[in-house]
């Protein structure tokens, strides 16, 4: 049974950092995809940043390149979003994913990705 667990969200200032992190059990694909989503109250959940589990390619949206980095330690089976630059458009509640099938660089709908965290609220106020 795979889980992942998110945690880190917060409310913080325009500018401030926060890093989430996610972990994972019983995730076994090595060449899936992991990502994260966000997603606010009426609207899509849309992805942020994918991370390819076979290599080291990374994807991020157009509009948190330069802010958002995404990595994964191995060992500790935890996936991380260190988010910088904090705005407020940034506020949403965010998402662990992981796919099971080959491959990440296609893959960025809610639908293609197979398990989920519970979810943590980010906020950032002006």
């Known amino acids: 049974q795979v889980q992942l667990v998110e945690s880190g969200g917060g409310s913080v200032q325009a500018g401030e950092s926060l890093r989430l992190s996610c972990t994972t059990s019983g995730y076994t694909a090595s060449n899936g995809c992991m990502g994260w989503f966000r997603q606010v109250p009426g609207k899509e959940r849309n992805w942020v940043a994918r991370?390819?589990?076979?290599?080291?390619?990374?994807y991020y949206l157009d509009s948190v390149k330069g802010r958002f980095t995404i990595s994964r330690d191995r060992a500790e089976k935890t996936l991380y979003l260190q988010m910088n630059n904090l705005k407020p458009e940034d506020t949403a509640m965010y998402y662990c994913?992981?796919?099971?099938?080959?491959?990440?660089?296609?893959?960025?709908?809610?639908?293609?990705?197979?398990?989920w965290g519970q979810g943590t609220q980010v906020t950032v106020s002006s």
């Open positions: 994913a992981a796919r099971d099938g080959d491959g990440c660089a296609g893959w960025h709908r809610e639908e293609d990705f197979d398990y």
């Open positions: 991370y390819y589990i076979g290599g080291d390619s990374k």
